[in-house]
């Protein structure tokens, strides 16, 4: 009988944003969850992500982006996750995300985007209810 894998998320903060209080809660929401999370830390470039995302063989790749830049950082990531063979991951994001840059970032691939003041339990359901599942 095979037991399940923990859902592997990547929580990370891309760009030059140095404020991460929000991330280390979604972090820590997702792990009280029964999540295996890695945190990639402040100031991570789009290969940084990825690199990790590939050496840590995860199911969703949270990012949390304040500074604005998610309209390049977004579309770099998904980019280099399908140039990595790695387009089923889920990407999410969450930070201050302007409503008119919402269906640009559908476009891409992101369905859960998160504002601030998102209850902590929402984005959990939402990755378990959309999570790819792999074998343990």
């Known amino acids: 009988m095979s037991e ?13 944003d140095g404020h991460d209080r929000g991330a280390k809660v979604v972090a820590r929401a997702l792990r009280d969850a029964g999540m295996e999370v890695i945190y990639t830390g402040l100031r991570q470039t789009p290969e940084q992500v990825v690199e990790a995302a590939v050496q840590e063989d995860v199911d969703v790749i949270g990012l949390s982006i304040l500074s604005g830049a998610h309209t390049y950082l ?5 980019e280099l996750l399908k140039e990595a063979g790695m387009d089923d991951v889920l990407v999410t994001v969450g930070g201050i995300i302007p409503e008119d840059d919402i269906p640009m970032l559908n476009e891409h691939g992101v369905k859960g985007i998160f504002g601030p003041g998102t209850p902590t339990d929402e984005i959990v359901d939402y990755i378990r209810e959309n999570a790819p599942t792999k074998a343990a």
């Open 4 to 16: 399940e894998r923990k859902i592997r998320v990547i929580v990370a903060k891309p760009g030059l």
């Open 74 to 78: 977004v579309p770099r990531i998904v």
